[in-house]
């Protein structure tokens, strides 16, 4: 199986980071330093490195470091499966993001076509426990990384949605204004249900093969919606009442909600410790990994933030054991070195410290 992997990733102005050139090797990378130091500002600059706004989703002038506000760079070079490449994506001050492959202006989604990356981070600890657009927006992400093309049936869908919502709000009653709409809805929403549909099933089949110390969830996603063209067509056209008293659309993909059940003690995750939660997600992001590597010819680029903090020393020797395992370039931060003793030479080491609001990284 051919790798993936970054050989040298530069970042320019990017948060804490005014310069940095890391020259790496196949192996995991490990990210140690104390809060605070940069070290999560590595994984954002790398999450921008596939479509979409990173793990933090922000806004392109918040990245750009202060106090000199010039724009921002992320540049690496990618080994694929199908050759390398020269990537760069960058925001010049007051300037939208753009993106180069090999030289040449590109489109975000392309980034998915020639790589794939997924990622953990604390943010999503509370995912079982919040609301179901954070679920969606989990859900979405692991799709994304099984068919680039999700990307842009969402922002159709999105688009439509929005411009029906409009009419909606302005107590538009004619049918002609949201014929157009509509179907345009119904194409995008069936693709994003049959998308979700594939990756849940790929995720669902990697975790019941797979001989993993982490526990096997039963997925689900829960939809009103009906999942093929016609009959989504149907629902929109039929609710347009109920919607007009909302003021906004109640059926359709949006509306969707990702479960997940702990399989050995038949519990829904929502009801699962705070250890099992972190758990059952960290099955899931292996899960999705697993399923790359069969799909895509090389597993993902894994970024996982401060994703041995809360296991015990048990558990978290299991994963470091899977990600090497994996062959995957995994990209962990963690507070002390001695939270990735257990990695050894398998990985490599570098130390983040900060100093006056610039972040410095060294071999540690």
């Known amino acids: 199986m051919s790798g993936l992997w970054i050989s040298t990733l530069t970042l320019s102005h990017f948060r804490s980071h005014k310069r940095e050139t890391l020259n790496l090797d196949e192996r995991p990378v490990v990210l140690f330093g104390a809060n605070g130091a940069g070290k999560t500002n590595v994984l954002e600059a790398l999450s921008l490195l596939s479509p979409g706004r990173g793990i933090r989703r922000a806004g392109t002038e918040e990245i750009a470091r202060e106090p000199e506000r010039l724009g921002w760079k992320v540049s690496a070079v990618l080994h694929a499966p199908d050759r390398v490449h020269e990537i760069e994506t960058r925001a010049e001050h007051g ?101 979700r549909n594939n990756a849940l099933g790929r995720l669902q089949s990697a975790m019941d093969k797979a001989q993993t110390a982490f526990p096997v969830a039963d997925l689900s996603i829960e939809m009103e919606a009906p999942d093929d063209r016609e009959t989504l067509l149907s629902a929109l056209q039929n609710s347009r009442a109920n919607d007009l008293r909302a003021g906004r659309t109640l059926v359709g993909p949006h509306r969707a ?89 398998r990985a490599q080491h570098f130390e983040v410290t900060e100093t006056d609001g610039t972040s410095t990284i060294s071999a540690g």
């Open 95 to 195: 300037a939208n993001r753009t993106v180069t492959i090999d030289e040449k202006t590109a489109p975000q989604v392309a980034l998915g076509r020639i790589s794939r990356m997924v990622w953990l981070i604390p943010a999503m600890d509370r995912l079982w426990l919040e609301g179901a657009e954070g679920r969606r927006r989990f859900l979405d992400r692991i799709t994304l990384s099984f068919e680039p093309n999700h990307a842009e049936v969402s922002l159709a869908y999105s688009k439509a949605m929005a411009e029906r919502n409009r009419l909606l709000k302005d107590m538009v009653r004619d049918a002609m204004w949201y014929g157009a709409l509509e179907e345009n809805m119904a194409e995008a929403g069936a693709a994003i249900i049959a998308n």
């Open 257 to 345: 909600d990702m479960q997940a059940v702990y399989r050995a003690k038949k519990l829904a995750a929502k009801h699962c410790s705070t250890g099992e939660q972190k758990a059952l997600l960290l099955s899931l992001i292996l899960a999705n990994a697993r399923a790359l590597a069969e799909d895509f010819g090389a597993p993902p680029i894994m970024l996982l933030d401060e994703v041995a903090a809360h296991l015990d020393q048990n558990r978290r020797a299991a994963l470091y054991d899977e990600i090497c395992a994996l062959k995957t370039q995994a990209w962990m931060t963690g507070t002390g070195a001695e939270l990735f003793e257990g990695l050894g030479d």
